[in-house]
């Protein structure tokens, strides 16, 4: 059985930005038999529904910014990973909802200042730390379809 930490919207918790899901029937009956564990950083650190973030290069690097606010969203997804995966071990395989600056692998975007895109295959914040960690990760789009 593998262990697979999955985004909570695909598994159909209502925790986007909306307050909906992304439930992902087709994906979860290939999961069947696995292990899964969710996760969503987004609604642990600022609740469902929340203002949308983008991912913006600044001269810190990739940073996660509010889009109603501008305030700095980073650390407290950032912290969320690394909390995450100290705790749960051996993950197996990570899949993340695609294009989310949190959760997406190859599919996030990263604009710069003025909001011109730079980047739309970039990992998002969560994605990163499962990157960094050595986890297999894949979006979940990739995942129907390569399985
Ligand atoms: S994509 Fe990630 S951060 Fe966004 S709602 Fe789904 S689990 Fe939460």
Avoid: W
């Avoid at 290939?30 to 950083?41: K, N, R, S």
């Avoid at 993340?96 to 990992?123: I, T």
């Amino acid at each position: 059985m593998r262990r697979v930490a999955i985004s909570a919207c695909l598994a159909g918790k209502s925790c986007r930005y909306d307050g909906k899901d992304n439930y992902a029937q087709a994906l979860l009956e290939m999961l069947e038999g696995d292990e899964l564990i969710l996760f969503c950083p987004e609604d642990s650190a600022f609740g469902s529904p929340r203002p949308t973030m983008d991912l913006i290069e600044t001269h810190r690097g990739v940073e996660a910014v509010c889009n109603e606010s501008g305030v700095l969203r980073s650390e407290a997804i950032r912290a969320y990973a690394r909390n995450f995966f100290d705790q749960h071990g051996t993950i197996d395989l990570f899949i993340g909802k695609d294009r989310s600056p949190s959760c997406g692998v190859c599919s996030a975007r990263v604009y710069d200042r003025e909001k011109n895109l730079l980047n739309s295959a970039a990992a998002g914040l969560m994605a990163q730390e499962a990157i960094d960690r050595n986890i297999t990760a894949v979006d979940a789009e990739k995942f129907e379809g390569q399985v």
